[in-house]
Structures are given as C-alpha cells and as structure tokens.
C-alpha cells in the first residue's frame, strides 16, 4: 500500500508562484508513475504534468513553460513548481502515485 500526503498550494497573486509537494510512502515502495491532475468548479478534471517510468515528463498545453514537475527524490516527493500563475489555475490539485495511490488535495487560489 502507497500512501501519498500532498503539502503547499495556498493563495497567490496573478504572475505569483508557487509549490507543491507529493510525499509517497510504504513498504518497499518503488515509484513507477506520478500525474498531477487539478479540478476547477464547474470544469472537468485536467491531467497537467506527468511521467511514467523513464519517459520525459509532459505538460498539458495550458501550464507547459510555466509550470515545471520534478522526478522522486530520495525521500520519494515529487515536486510541481507553478509559476507565472493565472487566475484560471485556481483549482484543486492532486497528485498520483503508480495510477491508484491519490493524496488529499490541495487547494490553489489566484486572485487579486
């Protein structure tokens, strides 16, 4: 069993940044795939970054150049850097472990 436990996000002006992290842990754990998905109100669930195995990470169109995923560090945490932050970025964010292993979420908000 994975469990992943997600930290940061918060609130942030347009043009602002910010990180979150994705920290998986378990027995013997051996990271094969992690995706970022986020969900607006009112939209449907996005995938925005993600890699599997020793593929290149991909970016959905609407973050790539500004948004930059990192790969598993030696304490398993992935790391989603977002800068030049929009408005349309506020959502809910998730990242998820070899396909099934989901954190909490964890809330993003852009504004003024």
């Known amino acids: 069993q994975v469990d992943v436990v997600q930290s940061g996000g918060g609130s942030a002006q347009p043009g602002g940044s910010l990180r979150l992290s994705c920290t998986a842990s378990?027995?013997?754990?051996?990271?094969?795939?992690v995706v970022w998905f986020r969900e607006a109100p009112g939209k449907q669930r996005e995938l925005i970054a993600g890699f599997t195995g020793y593929s290149p990470i991909d970016y959905a169109l609407a973050v790539k150049g500004r948004f930059t995923m990192s790969r598993p560090d030696t304490k398993n945490t992935v790391y989603l850097q977002m800068d030049s932050l929009k408005a349309e970025d506020t959502a809910v964010y998730y990242c998820?472990?070899?396909?099934?292993?989901w954190g909490q979420g964890t809330q993003v908000t852009v504004s003024t």
């Open positions: 998820v472990v070899n396909d099934d292993s």
């Open positions: 378990g027995d013997r754990i051996r990271i094969n795939s």
